[in-house]
């Protein structure tokens, strides 16, 4: 298990976290390779369906990041999508997800450093918890 | 609870016999003992076929969804919350409505009753404060209080919200409940006994989606768990497609649920699924305040923001 590293898949909004990303790596500053990017257009886009995909399909952390709130290009977005997600990640952790695999950040388009910053702390986080056990599906259904 | 039955009788007559209504949707008897089912009475003659006692746990409001009739309907404390978030959610209008507001002493558990006898229950009779049960060869007395669904016993808006009319004086609400013990409960747990707990409590799960269908909230056109492209929830039996239709179902409730219990009710393996739903229901309360069904003027807590809302969990 000691070359175990863990995937993690990053949901980043379109206006201000994946352009962090992309200033980050114009940058040229460093973090580990774990995460996997899907970009969306805003956080409020986002569902607990793609969470509990990505969580039901081996992943072994998510983390969800947008602009700050009032920074928002759709104004309101993230405003909402704060709410959905204090919610949601209640329920997922009160179901059995251990704390730490699910991951919310605020992060804008010029925040390149901070970027890289929460992306190792969220990595490492992930990496101390070791392999996702719960919400792995072991089936494998893939839609024909 | 059992004398609400003749005023419920004449209000109906006079409803239908003035036109003022189209159809009341009430309970009739059911073919099986505890297990009223709902009715739709159109004439005046047939006001008759309406019951009132306590098997009547179904929620009327699931039966509103999207009607363009005039109708009224009887509504206990959770209908009557579910009948006013039916109204903020546009499924009907209010001058559409007459409700005939029951307050509510609690409906009895079926689930509880029929797992103390081995053999087929043939008669449930009701006394006031009184439940006697027969079987075959056995009879048993309850009282009405140890026999409650559990969110009944824990229930604390008994009289309807919203109503026309009374069908009798408003009960007492019940104070001092602490309406939330087995969420705190699991809560404190750790995480492989957490994972434990909801594996064994949901092994019982068939995914017949009773409780989704009992459900007045579960309106969607097309319902998560039936789309297939793409196909975010799995029909297979694994044990994490079932916790996950389970998650996401109490999920499409956050802020809505109104702990009717029609869920549990509905739900053919006796499977506590209101333990899903009352979480987001604590949640909403302890982080927003709210409370569902409540009044027709406040927006539902996921429609909504404060610019101040709690965020200690985003990074």
């Known amino acids: 298990m000691s070359d175990w590293e863990p995937k993690i898949v990053a949901f980043l909004c379109n206006w201000c976290s994946y352009e962090a990303a992309d200033l980050a790596g114009i940058s040229r500053l460093q973090y580990p390779p774990n995460i996997r990017v899907i970009r969306i257009p805003c956080t409020g886009r986002m569902s607990p369906k793609f969470i509990l995909a990505a969580f039901g399909k081996g992943a072994d952390g998510v983390w969800v990041s947008g602009c700050h709130p009032g920074d928002c290009h759709y104004i309101v977005g993230n405003y909402y999508a704060r709410r959905k997600f204090s919610l949601f990640k209640d329920l997922i952790e009160y179901m059995g997800i251990e704390p730490g695999r699910l991951h919310f950040s605020w992060i804008s388009a010029a925040e390149g450093t901070r970027f890289a910053e929460v992306a190792i702390k969220v990595i490492k986080t992930v990496k101390d918890l070791g392999p996702s056990k719960y919400f792995i599906k072991k089936i494998n259904d893939r839609v024909a | ?315």
């Open chain 2, 1 to 315: 609870m059992l004398g609400y039955l003749t005023k419920i009788w004449t209000i109906s007559e006079r409803l239908l016999k003035e036109s003022k209504v189209d159809m009341v949707i009430g309970f009739r008897k059911g073919t099986v003992p505890m297990m009223n089912e709902p009715c739709v009475v159109k004439s005046p003659e047939n006001v008759k076929e309406l019951v009132w006692d306590s098997n009547c746990g179904i929620n009327l409001a699931n039966y509103l969804t999207d009607r363009k009739e005039k109708i009224a309907v009887i509504a206990k404390g959770c209908d009557s919350r579910n009948i006013v978030t039916h109204i903020i959610e546009n499924k009907i209008k209010r001058d559409q409505l007459f409700v005939i507001g029951v307050p509510c002493k609690g409906m009895i558990d079926r689930h509880k009753i029929s797992s103390m006898f081995e053999k087929e229950i043939i008669e449930v009779i009701e006394e006031e404060n009184k439940i006697i049960v027969r079987g075959n060869d056995c009879e048993k007395i309850f009282k009405k209080a140890e026999v409650l669904q559990e969110n009944c016993a824990i229930c604390i808006h008994r009289n309807p919200v919203i109503y026309d009319e009374l069908v009798a004086e408003p009960v007492k609400e019940q104070t001092d409940i602490d309406r939330y013990k087995d969420v705190r409960r699991i809560e404190e747990m750790q995480v492989e006994e957490k994972n434990n707990f909801f594996d064994e409590t949901l092994s019982a799960c068939i995914r017949c989606y009773a409780c989704r269908n009992a459900c007045p909230l579960c309106y969607c056109p097309t319902c998560f768990v039936d789309e297939s492209r793409p196909q975010w929830l799995g029909k297979s039996i694994d044990p994490v497609d079932i916790k996950t239709f389970h998650l996401l179902r109490a999920f499409h409730c956050a802020g809505r649920c109104t702990d009717c219990g029609a869920c549990q009710r509905a739900c053919p393996m006796g499977i506590n699924v209101r333990i899903f739903t009352k979480k987001l229901e604590k949640d909403c309360f302890e982080l927003y305040g709210w409370e569902a069904g409540m009044s027709l003027d406040e927006r539902p807590p996921l429609d909504t923001y404060r610019p101040d809302d709690p965020e200690d969990f985003i990074k």
